[in-house]
């Protein structure tokens, strides 16, 4: 499996700042990168996905940030909330009928 | 809309019992994924499925590990016998197949071999 690297292992980041968590790639086969967010005694759940035809993608609070020369992606968790303390996973996909390949995952901790 | 169903959601047994979980997926989802997580290795694919078929099983560490999916809306994953580092979260996932199909995950098994 094509390996995709993940950091940092944890953060912990005060509430109402900017979270963010970086993505690397080798694989330039890869064309869809989501993220996926992971509460305690629950599965993973998409929060937002990325094809590298475009550099950015925002949804709400929640950014990702695309630069394929780099092969590096990264979320940015804007005006962060003790509700957003979890663990988060970025993925990759190749094209066909491929599984995703994910990051080891970040613990991110916001505190009061 | 009910999602990925897995049952038993714990399980508690000894060494060199035989260990069965259970997966439903999403009605009309035709892949099918098995994960395990651990601290030490994340997530981990085991083994995954295509309209039943199994296409790739490379990740399921041993010989001891076997999967099934005999129709559309049931799978399971056995071990046996199993063993204390067999400990984890087991999840199933389930997509549509193709690009940019989210997969959507059940919450889990969590197995503790003793």
């Known amino acids: 499996q094509q390996q995709v690297k993940q950091s940092p292992q944890s953060l912990i980041v005060q509430k109402g700042g900017i979270s963010i968590i970086n993505c690397a790639y080798e694989?330039?086969?890869?064309?869809?990168f989501p993220w996926y967010q992971q509460f305690p005694g629950k599965g993973p759940a998409l929060l937002i996905a990325?094809?590298?035809?475009?550099s950015e993608k925002k949804e709400g609070r929640f950014t990702i940030s695309f630069n394929k020369s780099a092969k590096q992606f990264s979320l940015h968790i804007m005006d962060s909330q003790p509700g957003d303390s979890a663990t988060y996973f970025c993925?990759?996909?190749?094209?066909?009928?491929?599984?995703?390949?994910f990051g080891k995952g970040t613990r991110l901790s916001v505190i009061a | 809309d009910a999602g990925v169903i897995q049952s038993p959601r714990h399980e508690v047994t000894e060494m060199g019992q035989e260990v069965t979980l259970r997966c439903k997926p999403i009605?009309?989802?035709?892949?099918l994924f098995w994960y395990r997580q651990t601290m030490m290795r994340g997530l981990e694919l085991l083994i995954y499925?295509?309209?039943?078929?199994?296409?790739?099983d490379s990740g399921m560490p041993e010989d001891r590990f076997s999967a099934k999916m005999p129709n559309a809306s049931f799978s399971t994953l056995k071990i046996q016998p199993s063993e204390p580092r067999d400990s984890a979260v087991y999840f199933c996932?389930?997509?549509?197949?193709?690009?940019?199909?989210?997969?959507?995950f059940g919450d889990g098994t969590r197995l503790s071999i003793l």
């Open positions: 009605s009309g989802h035709n892949s």
């Open positions: 990325i094809r590298p035809d475009v």
């Open positions: 996932a389930s997509s549509f197949l193709g690009v940019g199909q989210p997969q959507h």
């Open positions: 993925a990759a996909m190749s094209p066909g009928n491929t599984p995703l390949v």
């Open positions: 499925f295509n309209n039943n078929v199994p296409i790739d």
């Open positions: 694989n330039t086969a890869f064309d869809y």
